[in-house]
T-cell receptor, first 113, second 110 residues
Framework: ETGVTQSPTHLIKTRGQQVTLRCSSQSGHNTVSWYQQALGQGPQFIFQYYREEENGRGNFPPRFSGLQFPNYSSELNVNALELDDSALYLC????????????FGQGTRLTVV | AQRVTQPEKLLSVFKGAPVELKCNYSYSGSPELFWYVQYSRQRLQLLLRHISRESIKGFTADLNKGETSFHLKKPFAQEEDSAMYYCALKPTGGGNKLTFGTGTQLKVEL
C-alpha cells in the first residue's frame, strides 16, 4: 500500500460542467503531480506542485488548475469540461530531495457526456 | 521536447521464453529512464530505473545512449509477469514530470 489515495474512483459529468478531483498524498511527500491517461495511451503530465505552488506544467490549457494543501492533500480542477477530458486522472507524490520514487494513486475515472 | 516510443502494443510469449520490451526515446540532454508496471486492477508502480542498475523480479534494462534505447529484458518469462509495462523519461531536473510511452501489454501464456 503506497498511501496515495484518490477520490472519487469514478465520476460522470456533463459537458460544460466543472469537476474537482482529490488526492491524499503520503505523509512527508511535498511534491505532487497530476497525469491524464486517455484510453490506450500512457499517462500525460498535467502539472506539478511543490510546497503549494505550481512548479511545472505540461501542454494543458488554463482550465486545468490545481491546489496543494499543507496537509499533503491536493486537488485537480477542470472547468468547462469537454468530451475529450474523459480519461483516468492519476496523481503521484514524492518527497523532493533524496532518492525516492513517485508513488501513484489508483486514479479517478472521469466520463464526460 | 522529449518523446518515448514503445512500438509494440501487445507482446505475447510462452512461459519460460525470453522477454524483451522495447523502448526508444528522444531527448537532447541526459534523461533518467524508468520502467513502470501496472498489474491487473492495481495501480501504476515503479519497476526499475536506469540509475540503479538493478534487477527487479528478474527484469533488467540497460540505457543505450547511442541507440537512445532502454529495453526491458527478462531471460525466462513467468505467468505473473503478465501486465502493462510503461517506459518513462524524466528530464534533468524534471521533478515529477515524467513522459510516458503508450505502453506494452505483456501476456505470458502457459
Amino acid at each position: 500500500e503506497t498511501g496515495v489515495t484518490q477520490s472519487p474512483t469514478h465520476l460522470i459529468k456533463t459537458r460544460g460542467q466543472q469537476v474537482t478531483l482529490r488526492c491524499s498524498s503520503q505523509s512527508g511527500h511535498n511534491t505532487v503531480s497530476w497525469y491524464q491517461q486517455a484510453l490506450g495511451q500512457g499517462p500525460q503530465f498535467i502539472f506539478q506542485y511543490y510546497r503549494e505552488e505550481e512548479n511545472g506544467r505540461g501542454n494543458f490549457p488554463p482550465r486545468f488548475s490545481g491546489l496543494q494543501f499543507p496537509n499533503y492533500s491536493s486537488e485537480l480542477n477542470v472547468n468547462a469540461l469537454e468530451l475529450d477530458d474523459s480519461a483516468l486522472y492519476l496523481c503521484a507524490s514524492r518527497n523532493r530531495g533524496g532518492r525516492t520514487e513517485a508513488f501513484f494513486g489508483q486514479g479517478t475515472r472521469l466520463t464526460v457526456v | 521536447a522529449q518523446r518515448v516510443t514503445q512500438p509494440e502494443k501487445l507482446l505475447s510469449v510462452f512461459k519460460g521464453a525470453p522477454v524483451e520490451l522495447k523502448c526508444n526515446y528522444s531527448y537532447s540532454g541526459s534523461p533518467e529512464l524508468f520502467w513502470y508496471v501496472q498489474y491487473s486492477r492495481q495501480r501504476l508502480q515503479l519497476l526499475l530505473r536506469h540509475i540503479s542498475r538493478e534487477s527487479i523480479k528478474g527484469f533488467t534494462a540497460d540505457l543505450n545512449k547511442g541507440e537512445t534505447s532502454f529495453h526491458l529484458k527478462k531471460p525466462f518469462a513467468q505467468e505473473e509477469d503478465s501486465a502493462m509495462y510503461y517506459c518513462a523519461l524524466k528530464p534533468t531536473g524534471g521533478g515529477n514530470k515524467l513522459t510516458f510511452g503508450t505502453g506494452t501489454q505483456l501476456k505470458v501464456e502457459l
